[in-house]
């Protein structure tokens, strides 16, 4: 009779101790047991911050005054009427708020999608196929990584703005938003390669493909949903810069000037000197607007890449444990010295 | 078709591995250094027989395991299918893939998370089966459910593998491998993740399954007890090539390779013997 004693499992590969199998396991099927954040204060802040904002851009135009009607007087303050006052030209701020919160959104929305997107075709594809095509698309990958964005974003803006036959197009927010998105993609593709290059040995995707998937199919369907919330990070973190980058090309005067943002806001009021003819109405709104915007993608951004990295997660877990323990032992020390 | 009877070709089938060989580059720095993971590796998997490749961890088992499926090429050496050499890509891979498959050794690791149990199943059907319809696949990969004893069926479909135990996932990946209606099954340690109790019920529903449809299975394992008790030829393998084969008995009782008694004096203990004995007595007689 044959005598094998030990079950097979002890005799694994390498010194790994099963324990830290068990607990990778643990981490494993927690993971997937949650695919989406817990919701923490942070997540929630952020969630409430960038909904109330998006709502406000997405409907606070249909009850608005025309932004560009230039009937009201010129740089009234805050009060019956306008809000948040007028501008130099007798736009009524909030009107231009309202307004200039959707632009920059679209912009954002755009700009992060069309990154998003470029990212998955240069680094998902990278990083699966690996070979001559890896080196061809990380080559160009890197390049892209290299150029400084902002300097790039602003040669390629002043370039098309001043090209013959484009018309309005050229000074609209879409044509911005394409070139922001262009620019900005560079650096989630690089995350995804790595990512998608793991789970490429994954065994799933392995058993994907003797069941007799296609590639395309085992990208998309078995590999991509898995990336779901490191997808929504890049998303999120490509919409930040993108508003961020709108905001400071139009404050240089190369953004959308056929179109409202929160950044041409910005860019008005300092060719009209808010600052000196202390207007402060004109300039904080959008100012604030965009800090707050950038704040509360951020929040959302943080609960997701500690959903993405566990070890994120554990790590406020961790301090507060120890601050525990070092009440319980202060408690305990205190109680020492009244006994 | 899994399911059904179906009458075998009249030539014999094999899945014949002629004289594999897998070298890998390790580049560590500058240096580079070649491993020979599988150095000179030949047997023949026929329909209805089941086939031990025994052998330490990093031996090569997995390598050789994973050419036969063509996740990887070979260096050198052959798979043959009925005498065909086996494909790479394309429309006859495809055609491969219907006939070989393999169930990996992790359940935890080989479905995906993402997908219900139900999607596991019918996606082979469905790549191999075009011409089916949607119910019909659905009908089929419940039939599937039910023949790997995942009772009733509509329990699991539409759970998703976390929410089953891994024995219960290692059934899965089994029905995921008929399904396509597979002749060989290439199972590499297909118990070696489960829980010590559950592992003989996964490998006699394998048995089962291979005498009803007449499957040729090459059964990776560590474990020399299950490796004579379920197959019909076991062959050790050692640092990349295969040192001994034979019928299990001879192989068992009179090991003629060093590395075999080394093998067997290292997996010798009465207690656990006597133990998988009776737990084969309660599980019923299975060869
Ligand atoms: N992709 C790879 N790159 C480099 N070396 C590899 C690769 N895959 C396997 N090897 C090496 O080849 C050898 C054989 O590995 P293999 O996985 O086939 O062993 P095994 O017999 O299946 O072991 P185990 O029982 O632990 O599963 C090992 O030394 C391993 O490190
Ligand atoms: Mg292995």
Redesign the pocket.
């Known amino acids: 009779m044959a005598d094998n004693t030990s079950p097979e499992v002890p005799?694994?590969?390498g010194p790994t101790p099963t324990s830290t199998l068990a607990a990778i396991r643990i981490a494993k099927t927690d993971r997937t047991r949650r695919p989406l954040p817990r919701i923490s204060g942070k997540l929630l802040t952020g969630i409430i911050i960038v909904v109330v904002i998006s709502l406000f851009g997405i409907l606070a135009p249909f009850f608005v005054q025309d932004p560009r009607f230039s009937g009201n007087d010129a740089l009234l303050p805050p009060g019956d009427g306008h809000i948040l006052g007028t501008t130099k030209l007798g736009y009524d701020v909030f009107a231009q708020l309202a307004w200039g919160t959707r632009g920059s959104l679209f912009v954002g929305v755009v700009a992060g999608g069309l990154a998003l997107l470029l990212a998955i075709l240069f680094g998902v594809l990278a990083g699966y196929f690996g070979g001559v095509l890896d080196e061809v698309l990380t080559l160009i990958t890197n390049i892209m990584l290299v150029i400084p964005g902002l300097p790039l974003v602003m040669v390629i803006a002043a370039y098309v703005q001043h090209t013959e036959g484009l018309g309005a197009f050229a000074r609209s927010s879409l044509l911005v938003a394409i070139v922001l998105g262009i620019t900005g993609w560079a650096g989630s593709a690089v995350v995804l390669r790595a990512t998608a290059k793991s789970l490429r040995m994954r065994d799933y995707v392995a058993a994907a493909r003797v069941a007799g998937e296609k590639p395309l199919r085992v990208i998309f369907v078995e590999i991509l949903p898995n990336l779901v919330p490191l997808l929504a990070a890049q998303l999120i973190f490509g919409v930040i810069f993108a508003i961020l980058g709108e905001a400071g090309l139009s404050y240089l005067g190369l953004g959308p000037t056929g179109s409202i943002t929160l950044g041409t806001m910005l860019n008005d009021a300092q060719t009209g000197q808010a600052v000196g003819s202390q207007a402060w109405w004109w300039f904080v709104p959008p100012g604030a607007l965009i800090a707050l915007l950038g704040t509360g993608l951020s929040l959302i951004n943080f609960a997701i890449d500690e959903v993405v990295n566990p070890k994120l997660r554990l790590a406020p877990q961790a301090a507060r444990n120890q601050r525990k323990a070092r009440r319980a032992g202060r408690s305990v020390s205190e109680n020492g010295a009244i006994a | 078709m899994s399911h059904a009877k179906q009458g075998r070709p009249e030539a014999p089938s094999t899945l014949e591995i002629r004289n594999l060989k897998?070298d890998?580059?390790?580049r560590s720095g500058f240096a580079r250094t070649t491993?020979h993971?599988?150095s000179d590796v030949s047997f023949t998997l026929e329909p209805g027989r089941t086939v031990a490749l025994v052998?330490?961890?990093?031996?090569?088992?997995?390598?050789?395991?994973?050419i036969i499926s063509r996740l990887?090429n070979a260096t050198g050496g052959q798979v043959l299918l009925d005498g065909v050499q086996a494909p790479n890509r394309g429309r006859a891979l495809e055609r491969y893939r219907s006939k070989v498959q393999m169930v990996f050794?992790d359940p935890f690791a080989s479905l995906n998370p993402f997908h219900t149990i139900l999607h596991h199943v019918e996606r082979p059907l469905k790549i191999h089966n075009p011409h089916l319809s949607k119910k019909e696949i659905t009908a089929r990969a419940h039939e599937l459910l039910e023949r790997v004893q995942l009772t009733p069926s509509s329990r699991y479909a539409d759970r998703r593998p976390h929410e089953l135990s891994g024995g219960q996932r290692q059934r899965v990946a089994i029905a995921r491998a008929l399904a396509p209606g597979a002749t060989y099954i290439v199972a590499?340690?297909p118990v070696?993740m489960l829980d010590v109790s559950i592992r003989l019920g996964v490998l006699n529903l394998l048995a089962d399954l291979q005498r009803s449809e007449g499957l040729g299975v090459l059964y990776?394992t560590?474990d020399l007890a299950t490796a004579r008790h379920f197959s019909d030829e076991i062959m050790v393998?050692y640092r990349?090539a295969i040192v001994e084969r034979g019928e299990p008995d001879s192989v068992i009782l009179n090991p003629q390779h060093e590395y075999t008694r080394t093998l067997l004096d290292a997996a010798a203990d009465p207690d656990r013997l006597g133990q998988l004995k009776a737990e084969v007595r309660a599980e019923g007689s299975f060869r």
Do not use: F, N, P
């Not at chain 2, 090569?60 to 994973?66: D, Q």
């Open positions: 005799v694994r590969t | 897998r890998y580059t390790l491993l993971a599988v052998g330490e961890s990093g031996s090569g088992k997995s390598t050789v395991a994973r990887e050794q590499d340690e070696s990776i560590h393998m990349g």
